[in-house]
């Protein structure tokens, strides 16, 4: 079974909500839709207070190239364009939209009898070119946690060319499922969505790289792939290790190749899309479905009803986790995504976005960081780092503001997977430097450059 | 919700491992050793381990409370583990006095001069063994026969050392190598079992506290340099403190390279270093400045012997 | 005889070195200026920076080489020594006003609840990263003291009542390295003032007079009354917060007195505000009956 080659770690995996079935969260009366969801240019807002918007129309229009469309998930009345504290208390732009009766009825109804717009040989007369406009037209992120708009990565920069699409499917995070439900119960879809990225890459292969820890999921789509007769599309068993899911991780991995320090991941050929974004691909292409739900991990030791929910972008997180059962009174920190990369937040009205893949309830007595001992230099950090890099040494550099020398040691190499911190024995905040660091060299960076030109 | 909750950067999930678990797996992997030990040398190897583990947790805990003003470390068990190590480098028959200045040079010198755990360039126990070994050349290499002096401390029969037979000019055909095995010979009371020390690696190995390494490259570079020399690889290997030192006090954390490619570098150097003292020498026995010479060149080796670094395979494979 | 040759041996040794020594340093003697040490005497020698030079020695070398004196200055020697370091590469001094940093917040722990907590090293920078903070403002002071750790002068503390840093006027030097380290961007390096009195906003929060109530009991709300009350156009409010230009300040604390949070802050006056105010009203008032006593009199005339 293949693995990527350098580091990694072996967090516990408290995969809790694993055959639990996604359920579909009641369409929410009141949303509030925030307009900078992805990476890059927040989208600008198109409509404004009193406007009736139907479901699935654009309300946030994407400005320039790393941008991504947002689109009301309900029907209603524009109620409020206004700033909004965000899940970590920074106020951002967002507007709100209130659904009357009539348009909850619509809603439900149309969500019921929803009908493919597009017949399958229609399906296969669109171009790659026609694919790609659909998916940004949809607004569609990557769907992983990162939220990289998905249009952007399909269009290599001049000179380059994909070969492969590989599909993310890993879900290496622990307590994290909601890939893994989406597997199981819409691997059709999935598939028809893969096959649809293959078509706007224009490339002839894909490989699902899924975690041997899902082995229902990899046996289910590989009978599938061979019922439907799906060439070029294969399913790779991965061995389980922290942070498989990182794109680089997952070339090395799948691929056996090495992106390059400062390269795209498009240099080794490959295009590398979550499993759920396969799915909103789909979504979009068949039945004209923006991105305007997702399925989210509600989880916790002591969640009360964990489980996978397919929930309406938008809606409160409050509202999720009182769905799950509240939360619970013995919580430390509440994360959004998995405990290794997810961020913990302080808002718990704050909607959701398309990147929350998770909501994670983490007890005081697991998520508090231990005290601080000296470091031993065990060098278990640098033989856990899957970038190859000294986290010990970067995290010394960054605390006594040596910026040239990290910029030497190639911080802005590392992913931030977490993985020196979590290993460290001497329970020492390496990554909490080492991030103060990359930002602080990566500013730097950009001012040079920013210079030369 | 009136709960307050905790904001802090990813990652939010910590390894169980600890300092202190590192410390007490090594200590429980000398454990076989130290029952070895105590079969072949008896009540000379209880006072000798009772006192250098008492000695340097003593010192350890005077001068963290009344220098540095630090709250205390002992129950961290690196105090305890430089005793237990310095005990199994000391002979079996070494007055009281003697052990506690090399509790003291050890801790004092080797490990809180330059600013406690984590920051020692010599790995403690090898500073106070080679102290005492340049101080009190005699004490020093006064070796206890094993087994005829289970019940006699001061007052013990000695004799040589394999190592020291061979110096002599002593015939390699006389050796029992089952006897070198098992430790039934005169040498520090914690060196002389070799099946005893190769359990406990094994163990460090199974709950990875050590990787392998620096102890297969120090254990390659012997038996490959001896066998170019053409001298006896067996009895070089499970002779002296060759195994100690390869699996216990070589692959201390503080004191060892980073770097997977810097460990094995830093393991050989120490092989080579050994077997020549070991055959040009004027010492009969080589490891401890092997292992303190290497000691020296970690940071160095730290320098400039980096991991490989992701992507500098580069695309093409 | 063996003390001899010992002696002539290691006295041959010393002489040896000592005539190696000696050539060298004649031979590889570098001029420099001597105005430099001169110059550099006088500059605090903490290498701050904030003259926008890579240190004082860097700038003492600027200095004796420069045609003018109008780029370099160093605030943290003070007006003084700027006129002595003119003296000394004769050229004409620069004239400067005085800075001081000023901190746009007083979210203490009194006046801002308190949301959560942080758990990891101290550094506003890394919480920065994280949003909000521990407190409800996301605007304000995180509390960590990267601006403490940052000033070379020992002009700043964090008050462990407040949990703000506190600022010792007299101590700073107005280099900026707080105002450049501070990731909120709340700190101000503002003209110290005539006799050190100055008059400033102490918040930075952008919300809506409703949201900035709740995050803060001292917050500014952007009612504007400080603009009404300012006779010299001098406070604007620009996102819901005011701003007192101290180019067009005239020290008059009307703001002050109007603002109904609290949020404007002054310092360096020998008399509060309030009490100013009810002394100038006395003074009115007891003007105003002396001119009706002597209208009433005048009649009698």
């Known amino acids: 079974m293949r693995t990527f ?59 320039g190239f790393v941008s ?128 649809m990225l293959m078509r706007a890459a224009n490339v002839d292969r894909a490989i699902i790289g899924i975690e041997a820890n899902k082995a229902n999921a990899i046996s289910l789509l590989r009978q599938r792939i061979s019922e439907l007769g799906m060439n070029g599309i294969s399913v790779m068993e991965l061995m389980v290790k922290y942070p498989q899911g990182g794109e680089k991780q997952l070339i090395d991995a799948v691929l056996g190749k090495e992106v390059p320090s400062g390269a795209l991941p498009i240099s080794t050929g490959a295009i590398v899309q979550n499993v759920a ?64 990369m997810g961020k913990t937040i302080v808002n718990i009205d704050a909607p959701t976005i398309k990147g929350v893949s998770g909501i994670l309830m983490l007890p005081e007595s ?54 020196c911190s979590f290993t460290c024995p001497s329970s020492r905040p390496l990554l909490d430097y080492i991030r103060l660091g990359k930002s602080t060299v990566g500013a730097a960076i950009r001012a040079r450059q920013s210079q030369k030109k | 919700m009136n709960q307050i909750l905790t904001i802090s950067a990813s990652p939010h999930l910590h390894t169980r491992r600890t300092v202190a678990s590192c410390m007490w797996h090594v200590v429980v992997a000398l454990l076989p050793a130290l029952a070895a030990s105590l079969y072949f040398f008896g009540v000379g190897a209880a006072i000798v381990v009772i006192t250098a583990i008492a000695g340097c947790a003593a010192f350890e805990y005077i001068i963290n409370r009344w220098m540095f003003h630090r709250p205390s470390t002992l129950l961290n068990g690196s105090a305890i583990l430089t005793g237990l190590l310095l005990a199994f480098n000391l002979p079996s028959n070494l007055p009281v006095w003697i052990i506690l200045i090399g509790c003291l040079v050890a801790i004092g010198i080797g490990k809180m001069s330059f600013g406690g755990l984590g920051c020692n360039i010599w790995n403690p126990a090898l500073v106070g063994r080679v102290f005492l070994l340049i101080s009190f050349p005699v004490q020093m290499t006064s070796w ?174 | 005889m063996s003390i001899i040759s010992a002696i002539i041996v290691l006295g041959g ?64 020697a003070g007006e003084e020594a700027m006129k002595k370091i003119a003296d000394i590469v004769g050229l004409a001094p620069t004239a400067s006003k005085p800075k001081v940093a000023v901190l746009h917040c007083y979210g203490t722990c009194a006046n801002r609840p308190v949301m959560a907590e942080y758990d990891g090293p101290s550094s506003c920078a890394m919480l920065q990263t994280m949003g909000a903070g521990t407190t409800a403002c996301p605007f304000g002071c995180l509390g960590c003291g990267d601006c403490v750790k940052a000033c070379r002068f020992g002009a700043m503390h964090m008050d462990p009542v407040t949990g703000l840093p506190s600022i010792d006027p007299d101590k700073c030097t107005g280099c900026g390295a707080c105002a450049k380290t501070c990731p909120r961007h709340i700190i101000e390096l503002r003209d110290k003032g005539p006799r050190g009195m100055r008059v400033w906003v102490a918040c930075s929060n952008k919300e809506k007079g409703a949201v900035a109530m709740k995050e803060c ?37 009307k703001c002050v007195l109007v603002c109904p949070k609290g949020a404007i802050h002054d310092s360096g006056f020998p008399m509060s505000a309030a009490d100013m105010a009810a002394l100038a009203e006395r003074k009115r008032k007891e003007a105003e009956e002396k001119k009706a006593s002597q209208s009433d009199s005048q009649p009698k005339d």
């Open chain 1, 5 to 63: 080659h350098i580091g990694g770690v072996h967090p516990p995996e408290n995969k809790i909500t694993a055959s639990s079935k996604i359920i579909d969260v009641e369409l929410p009366r009141e949303v509030v839709v925030v307009f900078a969801q992805h990476i890059g240019a927040p989208a600008s807002c198109i409509v404004k207070k009193g406007d009736h918007v139907e479901r699935g129309a654009i309300v946030g229009q994407a400005t």
């Open chain 3, 217 to 253: 009991s001292v917050a500014c709300i952007g009612c504007g009354k400080c603009v009404k009350a300012c006779p010299h156009e001098a406070v604007t409010v620009t996102d819901n917060l005011a701003y007192i230009d101290p180019a067009k300040c005239k020290l008059c604390r």
């Open chain 2, 144 to 317: 206890p026969l094993p087994i005829v002096n289970r019940w006699a401390y001061a007052d013990a029969s000695t004799g040589a050392t394999t190592l020291g037979i061979l110096k002599m000019g002593g015939d390699p055909a006389s050796i029992d190598l089952w006897n070198s095995a098992t430790g039934a010979m005169g040498g520090s009371l914690g060196e002389v079992s070799a099946i005893a020390l190769i359990i406990g690696v094994i163990y460090l190995l199974a709950v990875r506290v050590i990787t392998w390494h620096i102890p297969v490259a120090i254990v390659g570079t012997v038996a490959l340099f001896t066998l170019c020399i053409g001298g006896n690889i067996a009895i070089e290997l499970l002779s002296g403190g060759l195994l100690l030192g390869a699996f216990f006090m070589a692959t201390d954390y503080v004191t060892s390279p980073m770097s997977h490619k810097g460990m094995l570098l830093y393991g050989a150097m120490i092989g080579i270093i050994t077997v020549v003292i070991r055959q040009w020498g004027a010492y009969p026995e080589g490891m401890s400045f092997a292992i303190l010479l290497m000691n020296s060149f970690v940071p160095l080796i730290n320098r400039y012997i980096k991991p490989r670094k992701f992507g500098e395979r580069g695309a093409g494979k």
């Open chain 1, 366 to 419: 697991m998520s508090a960081r231990h005290p601080v001992e000296p470091c031993i230099r065990c060098a278990q950090c640098v033989s856990a780092c899957p970038m190859g890099l000294e986290p010990y040494l970067l995290a010394t550099l960054s605390r006594y503001s040596e910026w040239e020398d990290l910029e030497k040691e190639k911080v802005m190499n590392c992913v931030e997977c977490g993985c």
């Open chain 1, 68 to 195: 991504a469309n947002v689109h009301a998930p309900i029907s209603g009345t524009v109620t409020k364009v206004d700033k909004v504290k965000g899940a970590n208390g920074m106020p951002c732009d967002t507007i709100t939209i209130a659904s009357s009766d009539d348009d909850h009825e619509n809603d439900l109804k149309a969500i019921r009898e929803a009908k493919p717009i597009r017949s399958s040989d229609e399906i296969k007369a669109l171009s790659a070119k026609d694919i790609i406009d659909i998916i940004d037209n949809a607004g569609i992120v990557g769907l992983g946690g990162a939220t990289f708009p998905t249009k952007v990565k399909l269009c290599p920069p001049p000179g380059m060319a994909a070969d492969v699409v590989v599909i993310n499917a890993v879900e290496c995070e622990p307590y994290l499922t909601n890939d893994h439900a989406l597997m199981l119960e819409c691997p059709d879809g999935i598939l028809a969505g893969v096959e």
């Open chain 1, 277 to 340: 974004t396969a799915y909103a691909v789909y979504e979009a292409v068949t039945y004209g479905k923006p991105l305007v739900d997702r399925v989210v991990t509600v989880t916790g030791p002591s969640v009360e009803r964990p489980g996978n929910y397919r929930a309406t972008i938008g809606m409160p997180i409050s509202e999720l986790i009182a769905l799950a059962g509240g939360v619970p009174t013995d919580t430390g920190k509440i994360i959004l995504g998995g405990p290794m």
């Open chain 3, 13 to 76: 040794i010393g002489l040896l070195s000592a005539a190696i020594l000696y050539v060298v340093s004649k031979r590889f003697f570098v001029k420099e200026d001597s105005r430099i040490a001169l110059v550099e005497e006088l500059l605090p020698g903490a290498n701050c920076g904030s003259c926008g030079r890579s240190g004082c020695h860097d700038f003492a070398c600027a200095c004796a080489t420069a045609d003018s004196l109008d780029n370099l200055v160093c605030p943290g």
